[in-house]
């Protein structure tokens, strides 16, 4: 009973203020989302993901000059080092690319160490510019026997990505909404992922094991993978009414809906029109719009019957069909973009740092007396 009642007071540090951040506001006054000062509608509209990039490592907008030369920094640094590729290459197809991408990131922590805090930019821009090459050459390895050249000319990521992924230049629709998604997926102040990185930060650890940690947090269902699950949910009906029969079912039985829902957010999640709109759009272009559908009667009927809303995930499991993504690479989709933001708050953590260490309020049993092994 002592421990019922204990337990009973779970927060999950709901509410509770777990340090100070420059880079984002989440939920301020309605529901709003803000990168360093600017709406995340501005942002999604009218910016792109390197600009982002920029945006957090340095507190201002690039100048044309700076992005030019960003984007040139970003795209002379997308291969991949030799041992690397061999490693990448044992790893078996079985394997979740979470997983592919968390062990990746370590191994280049072993080839292109830090070694001094000076060079935390630079580690940073690194991996913005080779964990889609490290991603996408591992999965046409182990999916299609292929050895793609995880190097092309293409100004920003999200080009970059859907090249590799798909062998062809992409058309501008597609490179915007994945743009779209790279920015709305960038940064969200203490999400557990970040909060992961900036622990581990805080212990005067490498980069590296401060975004393997963050990979590791944002692979969970809960997390990062709820994009993943959202898709699953929504390919397992036929159509919009088969939806609503279902999605009332689950209800029923308590079962968790992914993709909707938040911790912070308590009316909407600001990311969801903006990924909801990139994700008609692209179902009018193509020849079957049913999974944008039956997304949009899924959002209907959790709002209707519990207030509750989408969250980013939930249309980016749609935008992503319709970009053509297989589903195992939404979630490490998700990793090249928030990429930008741990890397921002590893920095912002170094500058100011202090050990993280909260205390528990203990629930087990008082103390007792030792009883020797021939005796219990
Ligand atoms: C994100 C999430 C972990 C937030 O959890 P939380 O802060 O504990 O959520 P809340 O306190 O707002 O939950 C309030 C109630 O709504 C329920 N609820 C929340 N999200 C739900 C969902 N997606 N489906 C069904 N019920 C849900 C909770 O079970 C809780 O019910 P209870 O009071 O009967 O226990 C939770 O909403 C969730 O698991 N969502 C699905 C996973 C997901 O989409 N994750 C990505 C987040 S960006």
């Known amino acids: 009973m002592y421990h019922m009642e204990k337990q009973m007071k779970t927060t999950g540090l709901r509410g509770q203020v777990a340090g100070s951040t420059a880079l984002s506001t989440v939920g301020g006054a309605g529901n709003s989302l803000t990168y360093c000062g600017y709406s995340i509608e501005d942002l999604a509209q009218k910016a792109s993901f390197e600009e982002v990039v920029w945006l957090l490592f340095y507190g201002k907008l690039p100048t044309q000059q700076a992005l030019l030369d960003y984007q040139d920094t970003l795209k002379s640094q997308r291969d991949i080092p030799a041992p690397l590729i061999t490693c990448l290459e044992l790893l078996p197809k079985t394997t979740h690319p979470m997983e592919v991408l968390r062990s990746a990131c370590s191994l280049l922590g072993n080839l292109e160490p830090e070694k001094s805090f000076k060079n935390q930019i630079q580690a940073a821009t690194r991996l913005l510019a080779v964990m889609p090459s490290m991603l996408l050459y591992w999965y046409h390895f182990s999916h299609h026997n292929i050895r793609i050249?995880?190097?092309?000319?293409?100004?920003?990521?999200?080009?970059?990505?859907?090249?590799?992924?798909?062998?062809?230049s992409p058309h501008p629709d597609t490179v915007k909404c994945l743009n779209t998604s790279f920015i709305l997926y960038a940064e969200h102040e203490f999400n557990a992922s970040t909060f992961t990185a900036r622990v581990c930060a805080a212990t005067l650890s490498d980069f590296y094991s401060c975004i393997t940690g963050a990979i590791g947090s944002l692979r969970g269902p809960l997390h990062g993978a709820a994009n993943e699950e959202a898709m699953a949910l929504i390919e397992s009906f036929k159509d919009a009414n088969d939806a609503e029969k279902g999605i009332l079912d689950k209800l029923d039985k308590k079962e968790l809906i992914m993709g909707f829902g938040h911790a912070i957010y308590r009316e909407s999640d600001p990311r969801n029109a903006i990924i909801k709109a990139c994700s008609k759009k692209l179902s009018m272009q193509s020849n079957n719009p049913n999974y944008y559908l039956i997304s949009e009667r899924i959002e209907q009927v959790m709002w209707r019957e519990k207030r509750l809303f989408a969250n980013a995930d939930f249309f980016h499991a749609s935008a992503y069909h319709f970009l053509n993504i297989p589903v195992l690479l939404f979630t490490p989709i998700f990793v090249c973009a928030r990429l930008s933001g741990w890397a921002a708050h590893i920095m912002e953590q170094r500058k100011n740092n202090r050990l993280i260490r909260p205390s528990a309020e203990y629930i087990g049993p008082p103390l007792k007396d030792w009883i020797n092994l021939e005796a219990r």
């Not at 050249?149 to 062809?168: E, M």
């Open 149 to 168: 050249n995880p190097v092309t000319q293409d100004n920003s990521t999200a080009a970059h990505f859907l090249n590799l992924l798909h062998h062809q």
